[in-house]
């Protein structure tokens, strides 16, 4: 294996979200509009930035016996701050966005970096690795909510693709395809389709199943 | 990482709390303003595309819009008294506050409670839209429960007190695709020209069960159903029963089909 680049390793070979499978909750809740998982990746990212970095550049003064209390305060600030940038300059979709942009500060994402790279890592590969697992973390969020937004209601970003069966269209709306559990599927595939290009990430039985006994034992 | 001391982990958690907050208060301190804007922006437009004030399918100024919303004649009404006025003022009464207020508001009876709304304010905001020294529409306020959510919405009634104008309901949290079909205006559109009462007064308006058969003698009181959302459909029905019936509006607008309101002389809301 050749030496990980922190900007283009999460994007496939690490995902956060195929690999580790974090940050679930907002790729269920927010992704049946493609444009709220625009504007929930860049949140993201911005706040992954500005977490690394900041962490990073104080890495070295933090006692460790409260090192997550610093981090997580500063994750908390850099999320409450976008909230309320979204909040006066997006009203809509901070309104569609809900309380999943507040719920940043839970992503494990955001405080996974801070613990496994801007603690060890300089300024630089610590910005380099938050743009890299945000995009890695985008990246899965615009794939579902693509296929999402376009198989629920026909449309993409809002704009009507296929006309939609309910207005006199052609295109039945999927409405399993709107509701959170379809994510689900959706990243399983993802995952699944992963794994198989990259066998490396599959796991290791945990035990081995008990073979089954012969049929005239039974 | 250094040596380890309580007043250094002490002084370390201090200094990032105060730099922390110092800068999210600052951004919430900053950003109020526009976000209060907002608020009103939102408010303004979803009430004024009810009035038939907006020019059809064209964007809006912001400030063209507030003007406008400035010049409605909005009303404090007292819903008990049936009264089109109280000792409120439009612009600062805060409506939701008052409904979980217990000196302005009244615990419904559980019978009577079709809503879902457990108490409600005594006073409401409404607007009404003159034209030509005449009534044209009024604008109420409604709300219910759903299935998982509040619907608030405001519902236009044109001058003969029973024909709706339209109808937005702009915040809810219903199921996605399901339930959430409440706020598309495709249906809302539906609305308009239906009938709340029919002639003896009694309220026959509601969602329907399936598409409304065109030309039946329902059709006048019906919207389609909601597809696959049928608590989310009968919470709406069950609301403008409420909002409508006795206990809401019903008293109100009884009175003010007997005697039409004046258009006051020195109010705001008589644009030229």
Redesign the interface.
Known sequence: MTVKHPLTAPLIKENPVTLSVLGICSALAIT?SLTSSLIMSVALTTVLVVSNVTISLVR???????RL??QI??I??AV??ID??L???L?EAASRL?VYVALIITNCIVLGRAEACAMKENVGTSILDALGNGFGYSLILIIVAFTRELL??GSLMGYQIFEPA??GGWFP?N?L???APSAFFIIGVLVWAIRVWIPEQCEKPDFEPMPLPKREER | ??K??PL??LL??LV??IV??S??SA??VL?RP??LN??LL?RSGNILQLTGLLPAGGRVEDEVLLDLFRSLDARVIDIDEASLDSEFDPHTFDGRGAAADPELSVPIPPGDDLAGLGRRSRYKTVYLVWRDGALSRVVLPIRGAGMWSMLYGYISLEADFNTIAGVVFYEQ?E????GDQVASP?WQEKWIGKKLYDATGEILFHVAEGPVTEGSPAADYQVDAL??ATVTANAVTALLQYWFGPNGYGPLLRAMREQPPQQPESRPGQEV
């Open positions: 049946n070295n003064l933090l006692p460790p016996s409260v209390i610093v305060t500063v908390a600030s409450t701050v309320q940038f909040k006066a300059y009203p809900t629920g209601r309910s207005q709306e409405a395809v709107m509701l | 990482m250094r380890e001391s250094r982990a370390t958690v990032t709390a922390c907050s800068i999210v951004s919430v950003l526009i976000q907002n608020q939102e949290a199921t996605p695709g399901l495709h597809t696959g």
